[in-house]
């Protein structure tokens, strides 16, 4: 039987779905992990990109320093921060949020440089200040691209949080690491099949709200092609 197949058939097993290490329980540890990383990073990088976006100060700092985050191999960050902290999931939590982070302040201060400069002159010209134009024009039209930021981080943390099992934190990593243990591939791929089960749905929902964030003023400034048919018949044109 092809390997693709048993582990399909693995997923379905209703013999997979009780107990401690049951799918449910190992699905709700993984999206668990993954929804308090990405609010953790949330909290550090939205904040900070917003400044760098308002003010324009600190973006080639911010570059750097993101740059130099992604180039860490996450697997030697999580070991050294589970050693430090000891085994847990303290250690693949913080790493997750590392990981996080520099794709969630692209967004945010990319999202803030996006907006026509002459929105904010017009802004300004109205009497709005520095707070109410963060509040009511910058993060309005440059919500689209945090989202994305969004959007590319839970990717992210989504595929990377398999690595939590590896010490000790859970989630669908288990699968993983003890097929390997065991030479048990169905059960590697039933994880992995899970993985990306839960990025792809991560990925849909995180279009569709992308799209919904658009303000309606911006979509209703968008040329639109219409092309109406001519009313006269082919033998008039000839």
Partial sequence: MNLFVQGILWVFDPAHYVGVNGIGT???????????VLAVASVIAI??????????????????????????PTLGLLSLIALIVNVGLIGPFVALVVLAIPSILAGAYSGFEAVDRRAIDAARA???????IVGRVEM????????GGLRTASLQVIATATLADYVGGGGLGHYIFLGLKTND?????AGSILVILLAILSEVLFSIVQRLVI????????????????????????
């Fill in 215 to 238: 303000p309606a003023g911006v979509t209703a400034g968008r040329p639109q092609d219409v092309r109406v048919k001519s009313t006269r018949s082919r033998a008039a044109l000839g």
């Fill in 140 to 147: 309005p039209l440059g919500l689209p691209l945090l989202i």
């Fill in 126 to 132: 109205v009497g709005m200040t520095e707070l109410q």
């Fill in 26 to 36: 190992r699905v709700g540890q993984h999206l668990l992990i993954s929804l308090g």
């Fill in 185 to 189: 591939y169905p059960q590697m791929l």
């Fill in 47 to 72: 904040p900070l990109g917003y400044v760098i976006g308002h003010t324009g100060r600190g973006r080639s700092l911010a570059i750097g320093v993101s740059g130099a985050t992604r180039a860490l």
